[in-house]
């Protein structure tokens, strides 16, 4: 009998022991942090454990803003209202920097550009919050996802890899890609003065043959079937992302999860079987895997190199990311062109004077300024991310306020580019000119992020954008489709919700 009370009151204890750490958890820490951040002037939806789940609500806002369209402008109410519905509705009630509620977890929305330039240059004290486990099947354990000394290899290594040089070498690459797509367009519309096209289609269909020639030396129809199994993934990563994750969860042997384990070793082994034949095959020393797979040596001399499993993390998060992000990017690029005549036509009159022969190359995608204006001015208003985060790894002090110890932060990139009181009353027209000289404040402009975790990869999405635009400029003239629906909408990158509809005609 004493013993079996013994038990008893040890299970009473340990049971009362969970119940508090849950308490503390949810629902000491979260008031404690939020009572902290009112007093500093970061007001928000109030934190309720089970009430007013606030990430529940966000998913809702974003169903209703994506249920609807608008005529094509760029105005802050257009975009940021459809691509960041949440940030839009609570800002208008709280101000620019809020807090709000993912589960449990305290996130400070962040639009000034001060406090974001803080965030984003301090890694020691700033950190990346560690992927949803449901998420990290799409992009593994690659850069985007590392941290610490692991980090600071990938990042070495990518850094060569990613080199303008080396972006630059790849550029016959581009066209070759992109003069297969113009053949392809010309036989099927030669009979025709104007035909329509589906260019955000179209451009991941290009931007994947690219990633594919650059990565691997291969083409689109070698790594079809990794693009196809990545995109299958996305709808599966968009839920998990957008959701409280439970501990555990990824162990259920749920339809889902039964699913994302499929689709991501059968990613893993498409990717190893296209490294094998990539490795018996003529070596390509300028191909990103083989800059990827080349060690090289840090500043004590020592080299450093990546084993086989982690370059296919970084071929995962490449293929994905290069392919997006470029795609995306340029279905913006030629929306804007289409809608904006003159700037299409200015464009047009200087990669002729360029491109002496009609191809660009390294040398003369310099003379590019006016594309480079158009370009940037298309991040501006259509970044390839909505929104960057962040987690204060320690208890920190940021501009004036006193930030508790795993506090993240969304830091509202689109409403920074489309604020007024930094862009000007014009921030809602599409104005290249703006950037004809560079700009007073760092954090007013950060399409790729800012500091040392800037992407890796711009070098080759702004040649990118400038090889493809160039040649089919030279060639259509192009205006926007009378079924192309406005609907900007962010799933893993900002994209239009209905395609990208344009029609082109042949410039004799």
């Known amino acids: 009998m004493v013993a079996n009370a013994m038990m008893l009151l040890v299970a009473l204890a340990i049971v009362l022991i969970l119940l508090l750490k849950v308490v503390y958890k949810i629902i000491w820490v979260p008031l404690k942090v939020q009572h902290v ?170 931007s994947a043959d690219i990633i594919s020639r650059t990565a691997f030396g291969s083409s689109f129809e070698e790594g079809k079937r990794i693009f196809e199994l990545q995109d299958q993934q996305v709808s599966l990563v968009l839920e998990a992302i957008r959701s409280v994750y439970i501990p555990g969860f990824r162990f259920l042997p749920t339809k889902k999860n039964r699913l994302r384990k499929r689709l991501e070793k059968e990613t893993g082994d498409a990717i190893r079987m296209l490294l094998n034949n990539c490795s018996r095959t003529a070596n390509n020393s300028k191909s990103l895997l083989s800059l990827l797979m080349h060690p090289i040596k840090n500043q004590d001399d020592k080299q450093e190199t990546l084993d086989i499993e982690e370059v296919v993390d970084e071929c995962k998060t490449f293929h994905f990311a290069g392919k997006e992000t470029t795609a995306n990017f340029l279905t913006w690029a030629f929306l804007l062109l289409a809608l904006h005549q003159e700037w299409q036509s200015k464009a047009r009159e200087e990669v002729v004077r360029a491109c002496r022969n009609g191809i660009p190359t390294a040398e003369n995608i310099a003379d590019l300024k006016i594309v480079s204006m158009i370009l940037n001015e298309t991040l501006r208003l259509y970044p390839p991310a909505v929104m960057l985060m962040r987690q204060a790894s320690k208890n920190v002090k940021l501009g004036n306020l006193d930030i508790p110890v795993n506090t993240q932060f969304y830091l509202a990139m689109n409403a920074v580019h489309h604020d007024k009181e930094i862009w000007g009353d014009d921030a809602h027209e599409f104005n290249p000119l703006r950037f004809a000289e560079s700009r007073k404040h760092l954090a007013s402009f950060f399409p790729f992020g800012l500091g040392p975790r800037i992407c890796v990869g711009q070098n080759l999405a702004l040649v990118e954008a400038k090889v493809v635009l160039s040649m089919i400029i030279q060639q259509y003239s192009f205006c926007i489709s009378p079924s192309y629906v406005h609907a900007p909408t962010q799933a893993m990158t900002l994209q239009p919700q209905y395609g990208a509809q344009i029609l082109f005609s042949k410039i004799s």
Request: with cysteine; aromatic share 10%; net charge positive.
């Open 37 to 206: 951040l009112k007093k500093q002037g970061i007001n928000g939806p109030g934190y309720s454990p089970i009430l007013n789940n606030t990430a529940k609500i966000r998913r809702l806002m974003i169903a209703e803003a994506e249920s609807k369209s608008s005529c094509f402008t760029h105005n802050y109410e257009t975009v940021v209202s459809r691509v960041m519905p949440h940030y839009y509705n609570w800002s208008t009630i709280y101000g620019k920097n809020f807090l709000y509620w993912f589960g449990p977890k305290p996130r400070v929305a962040i639009a000034d550009p001060n406090l974001i330039k803080e965030i984003l240059l301090n890694t020691t004290s700033f950190e990346k919050i560690k992927h949803n486990p449901l998420s990290k099947l799409l992009l593994g354990d690659g850069l985007v996802g590392l941290d610490g000394h692991k980090w600071a290899i990938h990042r070495r290594i990518s850094n060569h890899a990613f080199k303008m040089e080396i972006v630059k070498g790849w550029i016959s690459e581009m066209v070759d890609s992109t003069t297969k797509l113009l053949d392809k367009w010309e036989d099927v519309t030669s009979a025709r003065d104007q035909f329509e096209m589906d260019v955000h289609k179209e451009f991941h269909k290009l």
